[in-house]
T-cell receptor
Framework: GDSVTQMEGPVTLSEEAFLTINCTYT??????LFWYVQYPGEGLQLLLK?????DKGSNKGFEATYRKETTSFHLEKGSVQVSDSAVYFC??????????FGAGTRLTVKP | SQTIHQWPATLVQPVGSPLSLECTVE??????LYWYRQAAGRGLQLLFY????GQISSEVPQNLSASRPQDRQFILSSKKLLLSDSGFYLC????WGQGDGGYTFGSGTRLTVV
């Protein structure tokens, strides 16, 4: 079935470093792709999304591009801040509305 | 506006005691509703989902159950809690063809079974 695989982490970076969290997907159709963020002790929040090939989702300095040829949706940020410390989940939504989440990647940014 | 409420935020229960977690949605009709569990340091596990009143689908067999007595109310229950039921429980909703297409999550309930 449809699924996503993301790098497990944890990832530890210094402030202002470049961030990449890899996410690849397996799907029979053309799913929508999402990144969610979970701050400590909270629920998940939608960070960004892309609904078709070559779409770029962006929010709060984060970006991810829907790459059909590599079945990827890697999350990037040019300069991370301490406040970006959180768990990041890659997800896909199949045409039947089922959402499949990756295992999550914990990011810690040190000052 | 559309909001989702989940309570309680924190719960400590003894082994063998019952459980009832409630989730309500405002500002939308006929949502799909979901219960997820997140064990410490792990990803999300879908427990139940519901596409309508009284319609519950279980993803994982266990000693938990779910009910949807009203369109915008989703309840997670257990008759006797186990230590392994400890975790962070998240309720979520979505509506086919509306909004940003993603799921909207509640703030979660942290359950500790002692």
């Amino acid at each position: 079935g449809d699924s996503v695989t993301q790098m497990e982490g944890p990832v530890t970076l210094s402030e202002e470093a470049f961030l990449t969290i890899n996410c690849t997907y397996t799907a029979t159709g053309y799913p929508s792709l999402f990144w969610y963020v979970q701050y400590p002790g909270e629920g998940l929040q939608l960070l960004l999304k892309a609904t078709k090939a070559d779409d770029k989702g962006s929010n709060k300095g984060f970006e991810a591009t829907y790459r059909k040829e590599t079945t990827s949706f890697h999350l990037e940020k040019g300069s991370v801040q301490v406040s970006d410390s959180a768990v990041y989940f890659c997800a896909l939504k199949a045409p039947n509305n089922d959402m499949r989440f990756g295992a999550g990647t914990r990011l810690t940014v040190k000052p | 506006s559309q909001t989702i409420h989940q309570w309680p935020a924190t719960l400590v229960q003894p082994v063998g005691s019952p459980l009832s977690l409630e989730c309500t949605v405002e500002g939308t009709s006929n949502p799909n509703l979901y219960w997820y569990r997140q064990a410490a340091g792990r990803g999300l596990q879908l427990l139940f989902y519901s596409v309508g009143i009284g319609q519950i689908s279980s993803e994982v067999p266990q000693n938990l159950s779910a009910s949807r007595p009203q369109d915008r109310q989703f309840i997670l229950s257990s008759k006797k809690l186990l230590l392994s039921d400890s975790g962070f429980y998240l309720c979520a909703w979505s509506v086919w063809g509306q909004g940003d297409g993603g799921y909207t999550f509640g703030s979660g309930t942290r359950l500790t079974v002692v």
